[in-house]
């Protein structure tokens, strides 16, 4: 029982927004699809809506072929970044909008907007007129009204990006809540991984029209397949493999990237004990900045000819670093990743 | 910022320009109505008139009907779907609007005429002056409409679908009630144009059993001189007018929808859809181009027949003979020459007024701009006999008009231009130095080039092709092309009625030119 992408590819032009991408939904799974702005995410999943036909490739639900099904025999609940509620709409006649559809009867249609209108918390919000609520009280009316006819599955399409930073910190938890509380699969695309990673167990990471790497948080976060992906996580520490042949435990691979959240770094001249997996080095400090609560330091290491970006809270320094700062570093052997492609 | 001395002066100038050739005319008319007891008994106990006010109405209405039977499915269409070939097509279609009405006029007597291409002959009947209508307004639902729903309602569309609806049911739950405000609006314009239609019936149907009360009014003034008479329906043509302004403005706030606007890409149709597109755009380019075609054929005819000759041309080229017709060379001259000063005059005043607007404490000013969209040109044109009887003796009273009726074009595509300036580039020349004619020289003016080619472009084509006061206030030495062409066709004679079709064929290019550049530059709020 689930979701199935077989090799979806739509093109425009010569732009291959989607370029053979195949993917499994399981049941009551949410999926993040996460990626940059123009990879191809928000195509992706206006083709699993059926808002697009795919150029070529299958989508299957429950062993069903539904490439060719149009959106509104699909049952899929969509949330659009902008939300699209029908301005001449009051609250309640947006929620129940699938639910006339379906031919529910008034009665069962106003039980359960009631029902839908107390899980996103908007009891009493019913005859409000869509364009006098909040940015996040609309979003979560979006929410009841893909949720209402009780869909196959939940496509959200960037739907906090455009609530400001504080409302957005508060409803990443609380979809997540919903949705693991929900007997709903849900596909969740983001351009923000802190919202990926809050949101789903599983990530699918896109770029380009392709998918490069699926796995849970912490294999994407702690093994990033490629440099890119690296980078695009915000790991700072990627290396030739050439230039490490003077690092200790260092692996041998064209690519290497250097885990900066397993360095430890203390002051130099204590002697301390370390472990026979942990190879150690003396570091200078070049730059050192506060962001924040957190220290950003990009530190020399000459004995390995190698630079070294490092952040982290006060705690785990001892004293304020200053440029020319002499620093004891630690590498574990389980710090380094070998990267299968740049 | 401060209202400076500069908008305070240019609104006083541009009031007092609309209070002398605007307000001053229409309350001569109010005046000699009411001052004449025994008109108004007479009109209003006379069945005719009464005849006259129901034809008026019942035409329009049933012309505002055909309108949108045929433009709503094409807006919905429109707004829904892009195909190849769609902005080619808007712009087409927009070609009848902007077509002075002697052009919409000789283009159906080409077609349906005594002498027309298709043999069946139409003249006198209420089905040409319906089709005609519908040739006209088509366009006014399909970008109203169309154009309002483009903006928002893909995303809503989408929406719907993945909630269940079809492209039948979205249209019905979704697309309708949003465009309702839209079409009403749209309906009430066209019910008004058709309301005062002029010229399109003078040229289609002469005979007085189909005459609007506009045409009415021409009558009586410039036939029967019955000035009293012809008062006392100017002021009913105007609170008919009036009255479905108000209900429209109303009905218009109550209903509105803000949509987010917002450019979105259509998908292309399908299946039924496709078919209903095809046959809604083979109807609508059938309407609107096989007049235009018909009018261009026919004036390439040659005698016996040949294809195509200039001899209509020269026919019409042809010095003034003994029957006072202006010449093309002396039509064509009178009109750029009145186009031209018209346009300048509707450019100063509107500029004026929209800066007085917009930077001074003249709000209030604001509805009045649109007053002048309201009054019917032959009314105009009246009030103008009436209030300066010695502009009958001077060719001045005809730009006068034509800038008066061009005038809410000029003001409402320069007003928004004007708001849109920041604020703060006028604030930082005054900071350098500049005094508010200075900033207007020097950095306003120069921003709004494209909105004043627009504006221009507008005033010049309105001038071209008007026609309800300018038959009122002509003379035959400075006749317009509009004027040349319908004396023509009132004469007997195959040689007249294709220097009539030639005539119509050179102020069909000269408009269309203007629009073309037009259509190019710039946008405006209509």
Sequence with gaps: ?342 | MRPSWLSTALGVAASTFLAVFFLLPLAVILARSVGDGSALTQVATNPFYWQRLGFTTGQALLSTALTVALGLPGALLFARYDFAGKRFLTAAFTIPFVMPTVVAGIGFLALFGPRGLTGLNLRDTLALILLAHVFYNYAIVVRVVGGFLEGAAPRLLEAASTLGADAWRSTLRVSLPLALPALLASATLVFLFCFTSFGVILILAPSPHLATLEVEIYRLTAHLLELGHAAVLVVAQLVVVGLVTWLYTRMQARLAVALPARAEALPRPRGRSRVLLGVNLLVAGALILSPLGALAVQALEGPGGSFPSLANLVGAARPANVLGLASLGLALRNSLLFATTSTVIALIVGFAFAYAVARGRWRVLDQLSLLPLATSPVTLGFGYLLAFPLLVTHPWGIPLAHALIAFPFVARSLLPALRGLDPALAAAATTLGAGPGRVLWRVELPQLGSSLLTAASFAFAVSMGEFGATLLLVRPDYATLPVAIFDRLGRPGPQHYGAAMALALVLMVVTGAVMALLQRRGRSEF
């Design chain 1, 1 to 342: 029982m689930s979701l199935r992408l077989n090799e979806l590819r739509k093109h425009y032009g010569a732009t291959r927004a989607v370029d053979g991408v195949t993917l499994e939904l399981g049941e009551r799974e949410t999926l993040a699809l996460l990626g940059p702005s123009g990879c191809g995410k928000s195509t992706l999943l206006r083709l699993v809506a059926g808002l697009e036909t795919p150029d070529a490739g299958r989508i299957a639900l429950d062993d069903a072929d539904i490439t060719a099904l149009p959106p509104q025999r699909r049952r899929f609940g969509m949330v659009f970044q902008d939300y699209a509620l029908f301005p001449h709409l009051n609250v309640a006649r947006n929620v129940a909008f699938g639910l006339v559809e379906l031919g529910w009867p008034r009665r069962d249609q106003e039980a359960r907007v009631a029902e839908l209108l107390e899980l996103v918390g908007l009891e009493g919000l019913e005859d409000r007129r869509v364009q006098q609520l909040s940015g996040g009280q609309q979003q979560r009316v979006a929410l009841a009204r893909a949720l209402a006819p009780r869909p196959e599955v939940l496509l959200l399409d960037e739907p906090l990006s455009n609530l400001d930073q504080t409302l957005r910190e508060a409803l990443k938890d609380e979809l997540h809540g919903l949705l693991s509380s929900l007997p709903v699969r849900a596909i969740y695309v983001t351009h923000d991984q802190s919202e990926a990673f809050a949101i789903a167990r599983r990530v699918a990471i896109m770029r380009e029209g392709r998918i490069t790497q699926v796995g849970t948080r912490e294999e994407v976060l702690e093994r990033p397949g490629s440099a890119w992906l690296a980078r695009f996580l915000g790991h700072r520490n990627l290396y030739d493999g050439s230039a490490l042949q003077r690092v200790p435990g260092a692996p041998h691979a064209d690519t290497v990237l250097l885990r900066a959240d397993m360095v430890t770094l203390r002051v130099a001249g204590q002697a301390v004990d370390v472990p026979a997996d942990v190879a150690t080095t003396s570091g200078t400090v070049r730059r050192a900045r506060r962001d924040g609560l957190r220290w950003q330091l990009e530190l020399a290491l000459p004995d390995w000819s190698l630079a070294l970006a490092w952040e982290g809270f006060a705690r785990e320094l001892e004293g304020a670093p200053r440029e020319g700062t002499e620093l004891h570093v630690e590498v574990p052997r389980a710090a380094w990743v070998t990267l299968e492609e740049r």
